[in-house]
C-alpha cells in the first residue's frame, strides 16, 4: 500500500473510530449486523428459489 493511500486508511479509521467500537459502551448494541442478515435471508432465498423453478418450467415447456 502506498504512503499515501495508507494516510488516508488511517484518518479515515481515526474519524470512525467511536462508530467501530460503539457496541463496546452500549451493551445492548451487539457487535455484528447477523440479526440484519438473518432477517434479509430468508427473502434472498424465496427469491432465487422462484427464479430457479420459473427457468426449469420455461425449460421444461421449450422441450
Known amino acids: 500500500m502506498a504512503g499515501a493511500e495508507a494516510g488516508k486508511l488511517l484518518r479515515s479509521l481515526k474519524q470512525k473510530a467511536s462508530q467501530w467500537w460503539y457496541f463496546l459502551d452500549h451493551p445492548q448494541v451487539p457487535p455484528d449486523n447477523n440479526l440484519a ?4 435471508r430468508l427473502a434472498v432465498t424465496k427469491r432465487k428459489g422462484t427464479w430457479w423453478l420459473s427457468f426449469s418450467l420455461r425449460f421444461r415447456a421449450d422441450r
Open 37 to 40: 442478515e438473518r432477517s434479509k
